[in-house]
Structures are given as structure tokens and as C-alpha cells.
């Protein structure tokens, strides 16, 4: 076969081609470049026909070791371009693989397109080999999915799949096409329309609200802004920093809101929530508007719901009506895409110095624990001073919008978002909603397919990289430059801090052995340095960052070390258990460990 | 509080599946689910009755519209619409408690569907404190099996009053293909 340049137009001429051919015309139609996936019989016909689109550079293929890596590598992809990313599987036990990386990408609404092989449609419903109902299996974990038994609807069903997974609120999609159908042949064209009429991604009308939201923010004496995940999905960010700073309004952020406000900010407030900063959930607690932006009240940021920013009227602009009120009930909802929302929300709100309030946050903050962590003196290497050095070295040599971060699931996570400085929405992928362990190296290897150009960190605990550590072998192959740190505490560290604070410090299953990981990475050929004083961070980071290819850290940390500030559960954002900290002679305040 | 619901639907594969999924992974107490054709071909109507306050009926009717398969969801207040449902009964009696079961039926405007020496099929249909009645009653003697098809619901027109209650606008909006 050859590839005429008009072939992927949407326009080109309906032609007779297999049913594996359609499911990769319709991906570089829809501008994909890179599948992440792991073959097997039911999907061989769609890897046989991907030979010719390898051959002529249109697609390629990165074999995982892992299914479940390869719906978080799409996940990675998808957050670093906000385009779909595409994973595919093999059926039964491949599919399965999948379900923790689609539920990833469902709660924290990022579109991906996950192609699965089933066995040919006359077996369906007989156990046959490597056969489970996978569109069964993830109709709870994603946004839509579909089982194509014919290659007539294949087409279309492509073309939805794409559609749905970027429109209005993104998620995950799943495509599970039989094996005979990937062998069947069909008539292909591309320039049909999407009808759905039960798909209204922007549903609303929203004007009518937008003056009674603008009323309320006019009003206020102590408003705050919320920023969520919306925000960086509607690219709203320039627009949000126009209003927050012709209004003067302080702005908390949500974990996936990081860096829609520049963290330099004189009004960013950073994040709030379980491991939010004191000031940021005392400004919740204290604001008389709570502005909520593109977000969805999750119970890590809210705390116990019912003692949340009781005094603030709330206005809630989102784009998922199913979000308003489901958790917090607001007294205006502005219910569409925030990219048409706030651009008309912006002339509609009055300059505003909010004196007196600004006023109040700074002596809170003030009085709070500096994270100039840098600046101390200290004897033991601790993750905080860690996340700061290799932030400081990165964007000493590139520029911080250079820089992607992804993290895995746990204190390193926390520390993560407490001690990198983001300046841009989007500078960090995290599993903010499902909370996956493993997530950190596949994402940060999605991402730096996705964008070469860019320098990417993935920072992982010890117990969340080795559930996905496999994947060294992926980036030797795809010769991928990430940089990986491991914070090794020598615990599943989350939860040995539970334990400690909620069990009496009986820690049952948390201490966690690890490999020599240096070892472990030559194994792979992958360069790697161990860390363990304060002093050797900074030139262990350089080394990483200027090795051209992959880089492994080991850090061996400090075991026992809490993330502080803490919002237990069931307790109210603002009865936190606060920083350790000491009070120096010449007045400064600085964490203790 | 009890509210009734219909949802209408594309008729696809699994469509009853992911619409049952959600109202179950969601956490609604659905008290009863009736799934019929709707006027409109290849479009399936789902009628149910949803525990819980307010809110919960609004969680329930936006997260049902998200579901890419449903087209419409209208949720009603009691007073608007009618509402009926249909039952089968078998009893067992003998002839010489025929005569009573008979005149119960009549009184209930029931039907007898099948009779034999030994039981009696009987047919009713109505509002459900009607068929609950009847079938109270019924256990006096032995009932054998029962089939109840659980309440549909539209509402009435404004015109044509089909009784004496008043007419009111269905509850809230009717969400016409929205969602994400
Ligand atoms: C797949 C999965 N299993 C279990 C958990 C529960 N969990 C949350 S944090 C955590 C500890 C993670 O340990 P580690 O990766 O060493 O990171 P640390 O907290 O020590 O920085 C665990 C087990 C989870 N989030 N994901
Ligand atoms: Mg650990």
C-alpha cells in the first residue's frame, strides 16, 4: 500500500480497505503519531496491518511491559499535548491489564482511546479462550465504550471514540473490536458527521447566571478563587491571572489546578486541601466568596463537607452539571466551558484592591513555616529539600516551561506539589482522583514521547516504582531521556504516616525492601547515582539533568518523615496538624523533621 | 421522597446495563425499573422510581444525561401524570370460593384470564394502591404466583384531563441530549 499526502483528509475518497486498516487510518486522521501497547492474538491482524504504517513513519508503535503502563503512558501523552492519547491491548487478560490506567484517566478526565482486540464475534459469550467482557468490565472506569462485532460501524464507531474522548469534559474511551472484524474488509470514509443525540458536551445556557456570579464577586470583601483541573483543560489560565489581578483576589488551587496561577505569585495562595498549606485552607475557611473554578469539591480539598467554607456564598463555574451541587451546593452556578465563561466573566468584574484581606493572608502566611528550604543548614536528607534542589537545578538550566514533572502516589507526591515551584497549568501530571501508585514513570514517559523537546522528571516513591519498574526496559528501547528520582524511605510511606498518627504506629505491611537501584539500572543500562547526604543532591541532579538519556536516582531519605501540614480525615480543612517548626533567633521560622 | 423518572434512550446493545450500572455504582435507591418501546423507533423508554430528597433526584437526572446512549430524561411531580401499572395473579380456589374471588374482582375492575378447577389467573390493572389492595385481598386465599410490571408514567395533557386532579408542569426541566 501506499500513502497518497490527501489520505488522512477527512475528505478523501471512500475506499475498500480491512477493518485493521480503518482503525489506524482513522488514528492518523485524527493526528496520531505514537500507540503504546502490548500485542496478542485477538489484536494480531490490526498489529500485522501496522507494519506499512510503521514502514512509512506515520505511526509508531512503543511496546510496553505492562498493559496498564500503556493507558497511563496515553494518559501522559494526553496530559502533556491535550490531545488524545492511544493505547492498545490484546483481549481478555491484555484488556484487563488496562482497567487501572482507564479508571486513571476517567477521574481525572483525560482523554484517551484504548483499542482492544476480542475474540471473533461467533465466540462471544462462550468463554472462549482469552475472552472477558471488557466493555462490561469498563463501563463504570470510562466515559464511553463500544464492542464492534461488524466492520460497517467500525468507521463510525473510530470517529466517536475520538469525538467523545476530546469533547466537553474528557475521559477515556474504549474500542473493542473482534477479531474478525479486524480481518474483515469494509468500505472506509472519514467525512461522515457525528450524531449523538445524547451527547451534548456544553449543555447549559450559562448567561443568565453570569451577571448574578459577577454581582457576587463585586461584593465581596474577602473573596477566593478555587482553580481546578478545568482551568488548564479550557487553557484558561492567562484569563484567570487578567481577572485574579484586576480584582485582587487571592487564588488556592486544587492537586490537578497546580500552576494555573504561577506559585510566585504574590496572590497564589499554592494548594489547598489534606496537605494544602495552612494559610491556603485558613483563607478557605475565612473568605466571604468562594470562588470554585473548574472543579469538583473532591473530598481531599473539602475535608469534612459539612464544616467547608460554611460563611462563603459559593459560585461554581464548571462545565459537568453533574458536578454542581453534588458536593457542595452553590449559590450560582455558571454551568458551561470555562473557556467561554470566564473570557465574559472578565469585563463583567470590577477592579479591586481587597486591602484589608490581602492583609490577613500575608500575616498568616508569614507566620507560617518558610519553605526556603535551601537556605537551612541541614544534616539529614530529607524529600522536601530534595523536590526543591532538583526544581532549582532543572530551572536553572531550562526554562521552567521546559520543565514537565510527574509524579507517582504517595508523601513524595505531596512533597512534590508543596515544594516544586509550578508556574505553568499542566508543568505536573499526577493521578490526582484514582490516587494510582505505579502511574509516575509510565506518565512521565507518555509525556516525553509526546514532547521531546521538554525536560521530564518523574518523582517516585520506592513502593510506587516498583509496581511499575518493568518499564526501564521501555525506556532503553524507545531510548527515552526521563529522569526518574526515587524518593526511598524504605516505607509505602503514605500510609506508614496513618499508621503512626491513626494506628499507634503499628506499621503492618508498610516497610518496603527495595533492589540496589544503581544495580538495577545498569541491568538496563540505564546511568543512575545514589544520594544520600544534603550536600551530594544538587550535583546528583546536574549529573541527571546533563546526561543526555535516561537518569536514575536513588535518594535514600530519612525514614520516618511526615507530610505536614495535614487535614485528617474527617476533620475540617482548617483543624489541621501543622508543620513541626522552630523558631530561629533572628525571627525566621523554619520547618522541623 | 419517592420520585418517578423516564429516561428515553438508544436502543444498543448494553444500554439497559450501563443506565442499571450507574444508578447502582451512584448509590440511588431505585424502587422500581420498567423498560418499554417509546413512540419514537429505535428509541427505548425507561420509566423509574427513585428514592431520596431533592438533590438526589438531581444527581440522579445529571448523571443519567451524561450517559451517551440516553437522549432525554424528564422527571415528574406525582399530581401530573399517570400512572399505571399491571399485574397477574394466580390463586388457588376452588369452586366454592369462585364466587368470591369473582366478586372481588369485580369491584376492582380486575379480569379473570384463565380459570381451572383449581386456580384462577387474574389480570388487573391500575394505580399501585389499587393492585396493593387487591392483592392483600387475594391472600386471604392461596396465591400461588404474581407478576407485578412495576409502574409507567406520562404525563397528562392539559386539555384532555383524563380525571379531576390538577395539571401541572412536569418538575424542573426536561433535559433534552445534555450532558458531557
Ligand atoms: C495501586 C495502589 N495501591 C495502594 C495505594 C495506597 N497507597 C497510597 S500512598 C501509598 C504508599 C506509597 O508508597 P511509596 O511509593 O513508597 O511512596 P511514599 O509515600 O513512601 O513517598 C499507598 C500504599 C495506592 N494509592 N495505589
Ligand atoms: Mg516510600
Redesign the pocket.
Known amino acids: 500500500m501506499h500513502f497518497p499526502p490527501d489520505h488522512f483528509r477527512t475528505t478523501a475518497p471512500p475506499r475498500r480497505i480491512t477493518g485493521s486498516e480503518m482503525i489506524w487510518d482513522a488514528c492518523v486522521t485524527e493526528g496520531v503519531s505514537i500507540l503504546f501497547g502490548h500485542p496478542g492474538g485477538a489484536i494480531l491482524p490490526a498489529y500485522d496491518a501496522l507494519a506499512i504504517y510503521e514502514a512509512e513513519g506515520l505511526l509508531h508503535h512503543v511496546l510496553v511491559r505492562h498493559e496498564q503502563c500503556a493507558a497511563h503512558m496515553a494518559d501522559g501523552y494526553a496530559r502533556a499535548t491535550g490531545e488524545v492519547g492511544v493505547c492498545v491491548a490484546t483481549s481478555g487478560p491484555g484488556a484487563t491489564n488496562l482497567v487501572?490506567g482507564i479508571a486513571t484517566a476517567q477521574m481525572d478526565s483525560v482523554p484517551i482511546v484504548c483499542i482492544t482486540g476480542q475474540v471473533p464475534s461467533p465466540l462471544l459469550g462462550t468463554d472462549a479462550f482469552q475472552e472477558a467482557d471488557i466493555v462490561g468490565v469498563t463501563q463504570p472506569v470510562c466515559k464511553h465504550n463500544y464492542l464492534v462485532t461488524d466492520v460497517a460501524d467500525l468507521p463510525m464507531v473510530m470517529k466517536e471514540a475520538f469525538y467523545i474522548a476530546r469533547k466537553g469534559r474528557p475521559g477515556p474511551v474504549l474500542v473493542d473490536v473482534c477479531k474478525d472484524v479486524q480481518i474483515a474488509e469494509g468500505e472506509f470514509r472519514y467525512d461522515m458527521e457525528v450524531k449523538l443525540p445524547g451527547f451534548n458536551p456544553y449543555p447549559a445556557a450559562w448567561q443568565d447566571a453570569l451577571a448574578d456570579a459577577a454581582d457576587l464577586i463585586n461584593a465581596a470583601e474577602a473573596p477566593l478563587i478555587m482553580a481546578g483541573h478545568g482551568i488548564h483543560l479550557a487553557g484558561m489560565s492567562d484569563v484567570l491571572l487578567r481577572i485574579v489581578e484586576k480584582a485582587e483576589i487571592p487564588v488556592v488551587t486544587t492537586l490537578l489546578g497546580t500552576g494555573n496561577i504561577t506559585e510566585t505569585h504574590p496572590l497564589s495562595l499554592g494548594m489547598g486541601g489534606m496537605h494544602g498549606e495552612a494559610y491556603a485552607n485558613e483563607a478557605v475557611q475565612a473568605c466571604d466568596v468562594l470562588i470554585a473554578l473548574g472543579m469538583r469539591f473532591d473530598d481531599r480539598i473539602t475535608g469534612r463537607l459539612d464544616r467547608f467554607a460554611k460563611q462563603a456564598s459559593v459560585v461554581h463555574f464548571e462545565l459537568d452539571k453533574a458536578e454542581v451541587g453534588k458536593n457542595v451546593q452553590p449559590d450560582v452556578a455558571v454551568v458551561g466551558d470555562l473557556a467561554e465563561t470566564l473570557p465574559a466573566l472578565e469585563p463583567l468584574v470590577h477592579p479591586n484592591t481587597h486591602t484589608e484581606w490581602l492583609a490577613s493572608l500575608t500575616d498568616r502566611k508569614l507566620s507560617s513555616a518558610s519553605k526556603d528550604i535551601l537556605t537551612f543548614e541541614l544534616d539529614e536528607l530529607v524529600?522536601p529539600f530534595i523536590m526543591r534542589q532538583i526544581w532549582s537545578e532543572t530551572t536553572n538550566l531550562r526554562d521552567p516551561g521546559d520543565v514537565l514533572v510527574a509524579t507517582?502516589?504517595?508523601?513524595?507526591?505531596?512533597?512534590e506539589s508543596q515544594y516544586f515551584v509550578h508556574e505553568r497549568a499542566g508543568q505536573l501530571l499526577t493521578?490526582g482522583g484514582?490516587?494510582?501508585?505505579?502511574y509516575g514513570v509510565p506518565a512521565a514517559m507518555g509525556a516525553q514521547m509526546a514532547r521531546p523537546d521538554k525536560l521530564v522528571w518523574a518523582i517516585?516513591?520506592?513502593?510506587?516504582?516498583?509496581?511499575t519498574m518493568q518499564e526501564l526496559a521501555t525506556i532503553q528501547q524507545e531510548k527515552l531521556p526521563v529522569k526518574i528520582a526515587i524518593?526511598?524511605?524504605?516505607?509505602?510511606?503514605?500510609?506508614?504516616?496513618w499508621q503512626q498518627f491513626f494506628h499507634d504506629k503499628r506499621y503492618v505491611g508498610?516497610p518496603?525492601l527495595s533492589p540496589d537501584y544503581v544495580m538495577l539500572a545498569a541491568a538496563y543500562g540505564i546511568p543512575a547515582s545514589k544520594v544520600e547526604e544534603p550536600g551530594q543532591v544538587a550535583e546528583a541532579v546536574r549529573a541527571a539533568n546533563t546526561t543526555d538519556g535516561p537518569y536514575l536516582i536513588d535518594f535514600q531519605v530519612k525514614e520516618e518523615v511526615n507530610?505536614y501540614p495535614m487535614v485528617a480525615p474527617g476533620a475540617a480543612v482548617d483543624e489541621l496538624i501543622r508543620r513541626p517548626h522552630i523558631v530561629q533567633d533572628h525571627g525566621g521560622v523554619v520547618p522541623a523533621f | 421522597m419517592k420520585h418517578i423518572l423516564a429516561a428515553w434512550m438508544r436502543d444498543r446493545p448494553g444500554v439497559l446495563n450501563r443506565v442499571t450500572g450507574l444508578l447502582s455504582r451512584r448509590n440511588f435507591n431505585i424502587d422500581s425499573l420498567q423498560v418499554s418501546a417509546s413512540e419514537e423507533t429505535g428509541i427505548s423508554r425507561m420509566t423509574f422510581e427513585v428514592n431520596g430528597d431533592d438533590r438526589t433526584l438531581e444527581q440522579v437526572r445529571s448523571q443519567l444525561i451524561k450517559l451517551v446512549d440516553v437522549t432525554r430524561v424528564e422527571s415528574f411531580v406525582q399530581e401530573a401524570i399517570v400512572k399505571r401499572e399491571l399485574a397477574l395473579v394466580r390463586v388457588a380456589v376452588g369452586p366454592e370460593e369462585r364466587r368470591q374471588v369473582l366478586d372481588l374482582i369485580q369491584v376492582f375492575r380486575a379480569t379473570v384470564e384463565d380459570i381451572s378447577r383449581t386456580d384462577m389467573l387474574i389480570q388487573i390493572v391500575g394505580r399501585q394502591e389499587k393492585i396493593d389492595s387487591l392483592i392483600g385481598l387475594l391472600r386471604d386465599y392461596h396465591l400461588l404466583e404474581m407478576v407485578r410490571t412495576g409502574p409507567v408514567a406520562i404525563v397528562r395533557s392539559a386539555v384532555a384531563n383524563v380525571e379531576s386532579e390538577p395539571v401541572l408542569e412536569p418538575a424542573g426541566d426536561t433535559w433534552q441530549g445534555g450532558g458531557v
Open positions: 487501572t524529600p507517582d502516589v504517595g508523601q513524595h507526591q505531596m512533597w493521578s484514582l490516587g494510582t501508585m505505579g517516585v516513591g520506592d513502593g510506587g516504582f516498583q509496581m524518593i526511598n524511605n524504605g516505607f509505602l510511606g503514605m500510609v506508614r504516616q508498610t518496603v507530610v
